[in-house]
């Protein structure tokens, strides 16, 4: 292989039937496809590349299915093409969360979390830094622990004082 780029797509009738209060059960394939453009070697096998793709535990091969218009989609370009596919695409990211419930009185309420970003290595990179900022501040206040992200202050991520942030918002 020469170079390739990957890109993870969201399958719209998932996203509907979940903010429709379906609240499904979804696996992998049945939420997402990944789609690839790869741009080869004169000698590469195409066919090896390929089932070394889709036989990728736990990245391609939970997405792998028959229902043709998602799954896993390879698509062969020129050093050129590939190009394109970055003018075009670059390396943004995006993503979404969708949480839909009721209630105590029954009534649905839906909560979203969207992101959409430019720059995906950055933006994984700031937050990194971010988090890294957090642990810096917890262990100056004698927290050694493990924490998960759901555990750390959002106030600790940011450069900003409690003060300057609550002016800010």
């Known amino acids: 292989m020469l170079d390739a780029r990957q890109y993870t797509h969201a399958i719209p009738e998932a996203i509907e039937r979940v903010r429709s209060g379906e609240n499904p059960v979804l696996k992998k394939n049945e939420t997402h496809w990944r789609e690839c453009f790869i741009a080869l070697k004169e000698a590469a096998n195409k066919d ?7 036989a990728m535990k736990g990245y391609f091969e939970p997405y792998v299915s028959k229902d043709s218009r998602y799954g896993v989609k390879i698509n062969f370009v020129t050093k050129e093409e590939l190009e394109e596919v970055d003018k075009e695409r670059g390396r943004r ?77």
């Open 48 to 54: 090896q590349i390929i089932n070394e793709i889709i």
């Open 93 to 169: 990211h995006d993503g979404l969360v969708i949480a839909v419930n009721s209630t105590g009185n029954g009534n649905k309420c839906l909560i979203e979390y969207k992101n959409e970003w430019e720059n995906n290595p950055e933006a994984t990179a700031q937050i990194m830094i971010a988090y890294a900022r957090a642990a810096h501040r917890l262990n100056e206040e004698g927290f050694c622990d493990v924490r998960t992200v759901k555990d750390v202050p959002i106030e600790l991520l940011s450069p900003k004082s409690s003060d300057e942030l609550i002016r800010m918002l």
